[in-house]
T-cell receptor, first 112, second 114 residues
């Protein structure tokens, strides 16, 4: 009964480094998304996927890449980290577009 | 573009009392879904309640209920008999029918005073 699992929970990067945030769900959900949470701004959509092999950009996609090779996994890649990417990142999945989104526990990323 | 506004950055209430959190949204669409999420200090986002726009009846979940006013584009959350465990950030969110994107408000930090 894991739900949505994100790793790591905390990460510190130096400017220019790359890394991948992992997200996996075991609920056989087609829809998966990545959000970032910044103080005073709620959560904003970075990228999303409506099924394996299909991804699209959200509201704030610059500096991030995604891929969806399986239904279960939806990794988020930071190509060259910048201080502006310091944030808390959430992965979410849902069964269909009108249903509730289930969230992972978040990754707190600091770029120095 | 759809927007969600929570005008109360912080609220506080005495334990066992009732509190109402406000949310307004802006959309020209008629088919959509509205949600309240709770984020305790653990950072986990937890669904509190969900409302379909086509339903006139207000959703309720135990001590949590909403006042959905579609014409006014208002979606407030009422918490009855507040408990210490209700202390958290609360986010109002909107999702258009058929769309993947959840649009979130800025959040309201709720404090419960013992």
């Amino acid at each position: 009964n894991a739900g949505v699992t994100q790793t790591p929970k905390f990460q510190v990067l130096k400017t220019g480094q790359s890394m991948t945030l992992q997200c996996a769900q075991d609920m056989n959900h087609e829809y998966m998304s990545w959000y970032r949470q910044d103080p005073g701004m709620g959560l904003r959509l970075i990228h999303y996927s409506v099924g394996a092999g299909i991804t699209d950009q959200g509201e704030v996609p610059n500096g991030y890449n995604v891929s969806r090779s399986t239904t279960e996994d939806f990794p988020l890649r930071l190509l060259s980290a910048a201080p502006s990417q310091t944030s808390v990142y959430f992965c979410a999945s849902s069964y269909w577009v009108g249903s509730e989104a289930f969230f992972g526990q978040g990754t707190r990323l600091t770029v120095v | 573009a759809q927007t969600v506004t929570q005008s109360q950055p912080e609220m506080s209430v005495q334990e066992a009392e009732t509190v109402t959190l406000s949310c307004t949204y802006d959309t020209s669409e008629s088919d959509y879904y509205l949600f309240w999420y709770k984020q305790p200090p653990s950072r986990q986002m937890i669904l509190v309640i969900r409302q379909e726009a086509y339903k006139q009846q207000n959703a309720t979940e135990n001590r949590f209920s909403v006042n959905f006013q579609k014409a006014a584009k208002s979606f407030s959350l009422k918490i009855s008999d507040s408990q210490l465990g209700d202390a958290a950030m609360y986010f109002c969110a909107y999702r258009l029918q058929g769309a993947q994107k959840l649009v979130f408000g800025q959040g309201t930090r709720l404090t419960i005073n013992p």
